[in-house]
């Protein structure tokens, strides 16, 4: 069974930081590739970032580019997002997610799914 555990999550005023973490047990955690998503109140999951299995390709959504940074370390099973310069459209539930084979870029083809952590970004 594999299991993502997301954490990190919290109040923070505009500006400033926070440091996800998503940790994975249960199988090979390089062989996949891995995603942070998220989704605000009312509105659609959406993409926010993308790690290769090797970590050497990142993706991300045009708005955090520049103050959101992906990084993996395979010997600890753990996927990482910091988040800069944070701003009340931040604020959603933060979902990191596991893809195997291709298809990184699309959402419902990801194979597990942690519980969330919330970022709420005071204005």
């Known amino acids: 069974q594999v299991q993502l555990v997301e954490s990190g999550g919290g109040l923070v005023q505009a500006g400033g930081s926070l440091r996800l973490s998503c940790a994975v047990s249960g199988s090979t955690f390089s062989s996949y590739a891995m995603g942070w998503f998220r989704q605000a109140p009312g509105k659609e999951r959406e993409f926010v970032a993308i790690?290769?299995?090797?970590?050497?390709?990142?993706y991300y959504r045009d708005s955090v580019k520049g103050r959101f940074t992906i990084s993996r370390d395979n010997a600890k099973n753990t996927v990482y997002l910091q988040m800069n310069s944070l701003t009340f459209e931040d604020t959603a539930v933060y979902y990191c997610a596991a893809k195997s084979g291709p298809g990184i870029f699309v959402q419902n083809e990801y194979d597990y799914w942690g519980q969330g952590t919330q970022v709420t970004v005071s204005s």
């Open positions: 790690i290769s299995r090797d970590g050497y390709m990142k």
